[in-house]
């Protein structure tokens, strides 16, 4: 019975870390460029008291044996990279990547960090900036006369100024994909940073030979997050939770049992 309740409060603990990752997932139901986590769950170790295929008699094995486990934990909560629905804006700078692919952003320290979150802006000195301020990499500047600013489906940036016809190329946003987006780390702000388990990023053109997607000006990926199905999730980690708690609820009166007929 001290196995119950070990195994039934794994499960409990369990379920918890899952009601968390799906309150995670619902308050970023509206950040741009956010993707959903799905929680994942590993069996323990296993307590043998018969092993399968252990001797029966001379000639016969014990067909399926006796194994008891000791319960569960939260194994990962993997990254779902699904594209989220766009959102169009009035801002030039919007971008959306239509695919694979990741932003390059120089963060305060000078490494770099992805995001799939296409909310740029400028800053006073004309540099293409994350929400936060962080430049994009590589660096694209805009001249304060710059007028009708366009971003083509493989990131060229160009722009026209007053009085003139012809336009300018300022640069090219370029993209990076990874072998295993899901093993990014997620360090907050819609950022990510490369690990081991990711790869080292591969850089390329939108829409080039790499794999990448194409860029689509004035638009905004929105969070991938399906409310639907998380409430789907939370309902059924709560029947599991409390199913759980029912079961440590049972062994606890069997012990209360086993002392009574002890007394």
Do not use: C, H, W
């Not at 301020?133 to 304060?144: F, T």
């Amino acid at each position: 019975m001290i196995k119950a309740l070990y195994s039934a409060g794994s499960g409990m603990t369990a379920q918890q870390m899952s009601v968390d990752n799906i309150a995670n997932n619902l308050a970023n139901a509206n950040t741009t460029g956010f993707k959903a986590r799905r929680t994942q769950f590993q069996d323990l170790l296993y307590q043998s008291f018969l092993q399968p295929g252990a001797a029966a008699g001379s000639q016969t094995v014990v067909p399926s044996g006796l194994q008891l486990g000791l319960g569960t934990r939260p194994s990962a909560n993997s990254i779902v990279f699904t594209q989220g629905n766009f959102t169009e804006t009035d801002n030039p700078l919007d971008l959306v990547i239509q695919g694979k692919g990741f932003f390059q952003i120089q963060r305060p320290d000078g490494s770099v960090a992805y995001t799939r979150n296409g909310n740029f802006q400028l800053d006073k000195d004309g540099n293409v900036v994350s929400a936060t301020g962080d430049p994009l990499q590589p660096q694209i500047n805009l001249p304060a006369q710059a007028q009708s600013i366009t971003i083509a489906s493989d990131g060229t940036v160009s722009y026209t100024q007053a009085g003139q016809t012809a336009s300018t190329i300022a640069g090219q946003i370029q993209l990076a994909n990874f072998t295993n987006p899901g093993g990014l780390n997620s360090i907050g702000n819609g950022l990510f940073t490369p690990t081991d388990a990711s790869g080292d990023p591969v850089i390329g053109v939108a829409g080039g030979q790499d794999g990448l997607g194409t860029l689509q000006q004035g638009y905004l990926e929105s969070s991938n997050v399906s409310v639907v199905e998380e409430f789907i999730n939370m309902i059924s980690s709560q029947r599991a939770y409390e199913a759980n708690s029912k079961v440590v609820k049972a062994a606890d009166e069997m012990y209360q049992q086993v002392n009574n007929v002890a007394q």
